[in-house]
């Protein structure tokens, strides 16, 4: 009777065995499945906390300086060594030649704020000013002669004030400036039709876009009156999108449009 009940106990125990080391199996393959069905990457949008997103580049080991080459490998040579989405190709000087017209100064603002397709700082939004000077600095200097970094340009180019100028006659000076710049509204519709992307059809007539400073081309639209012209651009008119494709407020919308009109006439 023993007998029969200790054997009973072993086959139990035997049987709870393999079932166990069958469930531990299936666990196991379900797992290896999971992990093969995995995806490979996750998307990741501009602006939103994507926890694992790839830290900006270090800096060089020499001297501590910022990194600018590194940077635009790992960043902007997907699009400025191919020429992706109309950006022009380091080192192509045909393409940068009206760019850098404009000065450094403006290519690095350019570089912080977007233009047309770029969206700012290149799509990461971790890079710091510095970097960003340092990455436009490396990807110009085969076509113009780089600033000092840090703001040197603007030093440079500043001369100096005659003795005995008031501190009155700066500051009416800088107001007539601001004012020029920002028309009625107080934004600064210049900064703005690079920053929303406007520039990208407006400087070069893409698509029967009326170019920047085309009097001609801008005379029957000026006749129609500015209301009409916000209107336009707030709904959208002929192959331009509503707002450009862009998400400006109504006020950058019609700073945008008072500047362009202002440089028309």
């Not at 190709?89 to 047309?116: K, M, P």
């Not at 519709?189 to 992307?197: I, M, P, W």
């Not at 059809?201 to 085309?214: E, N, R, S, T």
Request: charge should be negative.
């Amino acid at each position: 009777m023993k007998v029969k009940l200790i054997m009973s106990g072993l086959v139990a125990l035997g049987v709870m065995a393999s079932t166990s080391s069958v469930y531990a199996q299936d666990d196991a393959a379900r797992a290896a499945i999971a992990e093969r069905l995995a995806p490979v990457g996750q998307l990741c949008l501009q602006g939103q906390d994507c926890g694992t997103a790839a830290a900006p580049p270090a800096a060089a080991s020499s001297g501590g300086d910022i990194d600018g080459e590194g940077i635009y490998n790992s960043i902007c040579m997907a699009c400025h060594e191919t020429g992706a989405a109309g950006a022009p190709i380091r080192g192509d000087e045909a393409a940068w030649a009206q760019r850098i017209e404009q000065g450094f100064a403006t290519l690095l603002e350019h570089s912080i704020n977007g233009i047309g397709a770029m969206p700012a700082r290149g799509g990461n939004p971790n890079l710091s000013d510095e970097e960003m000077e340092a990455v436009t600095a490396y990807m110009v200097e085969p076509v113009m002669d780089v600033p000092a970094l840090g703001g040197g340009e603007e030093e440079a180019a500043a001369e100096p004030m005659e003795a005995g100028a008031s501190d009155d006659m700066v500051a009416a000076d800088d107001a007539s400036t601001e004012e020029a710049a920002s028309g009625a509204s107080g934004l600064d519709g210049e900064a703005l039709y690079s920053s929303v992307g406007c520039v990208a059809c407006h400087a070069a007539g893409v698509a029967g876009a009326p170019m920047i400073g085309d009097a001609d081309a801008w005379a029957p639209r000026i006749e129609q009156g500015v209301d009409a012209l916000y209107q336009s651009v707030f709904n959208g008119k002929g192959v331009m999108p509503p707002r450009g494709g862009s998400s400006a407020s109504d006020e950058e919308i019609m700073a945008v449009v008072d500047y362009m009109v202002a440089e028309a006439e």
